[in-house]
């Protein structure tokens, strides 16, 4: 005589076991219609698992994030089943559920076209509407290797000879054809997936990732609960592409890579004058807000790293050398044991505390080549870090000034959704427990004090230390992480920090490690992604550009540019020999706000004729006019 508890409270009494759809057809009939699985004391399972016991029950509907992911967990086996249809001999491998979708790896001799890919996609609407059944079944070890070996599925026999003897084989079959090895659970039949699918590409992925294997062919999805979600899902990757920073990069002239240094940056003019401007704003907003800033080596002893506990367990991502005198160098993938090394320079008292010290640091971490994503992942990079020494007593009220300073931040670069995500200790991590106790405390009563959304991220804090996420969302919905807080009370005891306390007493400080945007290289990168090159005017590397109509105005042209130049404009002059409409339609690819015609009138007249990049509208004006104007427009957003 099981008794159900459900999400609301209410319990219920049953005389014998029951099974989710029995339970969900009892709750109302509106839920037995919506109800895809069940969640029991914590663990998900089919509708058709028999309840014998007293337990808590959630039902699982299409609303629930779990229920979007059963959708496209039975949507990835649907396509393997289209798949094995179409082209038979085709092996399956694995086929998890992804971020927005899912995806399947198959081994099979020819590639899969563009075309298969709607062959496919129209078998699978035909199974959906075939309404086929899934049941589920536990096979013992040998009978599944056997039988999966018979049929010729020797990947799928190697995956059930890694998987450990204690652990349950289930198999689970939709309709009388088709079945996999799957932990599940799954829908009970095809039609609950509905038609919001798509097949978006194939690639090739090596079986089990690892490049020494056979190459296999990987076919990606997505896969929605409603057809506006897919809509809507389909029309933020066609934005995407348009606002790809690697093609806007290329257009704006900003930047490219070069096999020569992967996952390095070869920044030009424009793209470099970008990066200082940032720069430049973030050094007024962090002197206001009282921080030094500093310059650390990039290139540090060994010794070093092994102290500070980054030898151990950073060091398969350190690039290293040794000099002829037989002495190990490591090239600094974090600037927080450098920092370290200018704070113990003299004696510190708790009236210098809390002490702020930032760092525009570049660093190198490896990254495996597949990882690497233009400016958005990278090799070498410039961190806008900062190390805030202080009391325990002083970290909350250092952690929520840090919070605002990055809120106000990211407003002023156009960012105003803003997400928390707090991570606690994770299992490979350096220092004591009652050490991280203290520091997980006191992050958690900033964070509450701060009165912002957030999330709990368990295990995944930094190894010497728990911490905040700042994640932002852009203008077509994509959430960024950017900005980190991470509370530290092991490094500086590692590295010999101290302070004198009010009693004269010495004692370790606490190091709050903190970056804004995270690494500068991203930051831009989502910028130029977010306003799709159309950056903010005092942001813009390319302000205005000041074109001639014919030979004859050159001199008027210079006159202006040069008036605005001096003015601390970031202006360019085109005097080539083309015509006005060419030259108007290169410099609005390029993105440049204000573009400028002086033609034999405006000479005359000692005036401008503008056109602002997206408009059609020309303007004629005064040069002394435009240029109030623009140094208007050209004031830092600083609160």
């Known amino acids: ?23 969900s057809k009892k709750i109302s009939k509106s839920l037995e219609k919506e109800a895809l699985i069940m969640e029991v004391d914590g663990e998900l399972k089919d509708l058709s698992h028999q309840i014998k016991k007293d337990s808590k029950v959630k039902i699982i509907t299409s609303k629930d994030k779990e229920g979007l992911e ?73 009978k599944a290797i056997s039988h999966f070996k018979k049929i010729g599925e020797k990947y799928k026999a190697e995956i059930i000879e890694s998987i450990p003897k204690n652990e349950e084989l289930s198999i689970y079959h939709h309709g009388e054809t088709w079945h996999d090895l799957c932990r599940g659970p799954h829908l009970a039949s095809s039609s609950k997936i509905g038609k919001a699918f798509k097949l978006t590409k194939v690639s090739g992925a090596y079986w089990r990732g690892n490049s020494d294997n056979e190459m296999l062919q990987r076919i990606y ?60 704003y973030m050094r007024i907003k962090q002197r206001l807000a009282g921080y030094k ?19 151990d367990k950073f060091g398969e991502h350190m690039y290293t050398s040794e000099t002829p005198d037989e ?60 190390h805030i020494f202080c009391t325990e007593d002083q970290i909350t009220q250092e952690s929520l000034e840090v919070t605002n300073l990055i809120l106000e931040i990211y407003k002023d670069l156009g960012f105003k959704n803003v997400i928390l995500k707090y991570s606690d200790r994770p299992e490979k991590r350096v220092g004591e427990d009652i050490v991280w106790d203290k520091s997980e405390a006191a992050l958690l009563t900033a964070i509450k004090k701060s009165k912002l959304e957030y999330s709990i991220n368990k295990g995944e804090g930094a190894f010497y230390g728990p ?3 700042f994640v932002l969302r852009d203008a077509i919905g994509r959430d960024w992480q950017c900005g980190t807080l991470q509370v530290d009370l092991n490094l500086p005891k590692r590295l010999g920090a101290s302070f004198i306390d009010k009693n004269g007493t010495k004692k370790v400080p606490v190091m709050l490690h903190r970056a804004l945007f995270g690494s500068l290289e991203r930051f831009i990168g989502i910028i130029i992604e977010n306003y799709a090159g159309k950056l903010p005017f005092w942001l813009s590397p390319s302000q205005a550009v000041v074109c001639s109509i014919a030979e004859e105005n050159n001199q008027y042209v210079k006159k202006i540019f040069e008036e605005l130049f001096k003015e601390g404009i970031k202006c360019e002059v085109d005097l080539r020999n083309q015509k006005i409409n060419y030259k108007i339609r290169e410099h ?16 005359a007249e000692n005036t401008v004729t503008i056109r602002r990049l997206g408009s059609d509208k020309q303007e004629t004006m005064k040069k002394e006019t435009l240029i109030e104007n623009i140094l208007n427009e050209n004031k830092m957003p600083l609160n």
């Not at 491998?93 to 099979?108: C, H, L, Q």
């Not at 609960?225 to 806007?248: F, G, I, N, Q, V």
């Not at 900003?254 to 992967?262: A, K, T």
């Not at 113990?344 to 490896?366: A, I, M, T, W």
């Open 327 to 386: 002495k190990t160098f490591a090239v600094k993938p974090m600037n927080c044991p450098g920092c370290v090394q200018i704070f113990n320079q003299g004696l510190k008292s708790y009236r210098d505390l809390p002490l702020k010290l930032s760092e525009f640091g570049k660093v190198h971490r490896y990254e495996p080549s597949g990882a690497l994503h233009g400016l958005l992942r990278v090799r070498a990079f410039t961190q806008d870090d900062a």
């Open 70 to 142: 059963v959708i496209r967990h039975d949507a990835a086996h649907i396509m393997a089943m289209a798949v094995q249809e179409l082209f038979p001999g085709t092996q399956v491998t694995i086929g998890p559920v992804i971020e927005n979708g899912f995806y399947y790896d198959f081994a099979r001799k020819d590639p899969f076209t563009v075309e298969d890919l709607k062959k496919i996609e129209k078998r699978m609407s035909e199974i959906i509407d075939r309404d086929v059944k899934t049941k589920r079944e536990v096979w013992d070890r040998s």
């Open 1 to 23: 005589m099981p008794q159900i508890q459900l999400l609301n409270g209410k319990k219920i009494l049953f005389d014998k076991s029951i099974n989710g759809f029995e339970l």
């Open 467 to 469: 911490k905040i996420e």
């Open 293 to 311: 800033e500093i310059n650390t080596p990039e290139l540090l002893d060994k010794t070093l790293w092994e102290k500070s506990g980054h030898w």
């Open 221 to 280: 999805g997505t896969c929605w609960s409603s057809k506006k979600e897919l809509d809507d899902y389909l029309h933020r990757l066609e934005e995407a592409e348009k606002r790809d920073h690697r093609k806007l990069g290329k257009e704006m002239d900003l930047f490219h890579f070069r096999e020569e240094s992967p996952g390095a940056v070869f920044w030009h003019e424009k793209g470099w004058l970008l990066f200082l401007r940032l720069i430049e």
């Open 588 to 603: 609005s690819i390029a993105k440049v706000p204000i573009i400028i015609v002086c033609g034999k009138k405006e000479a």
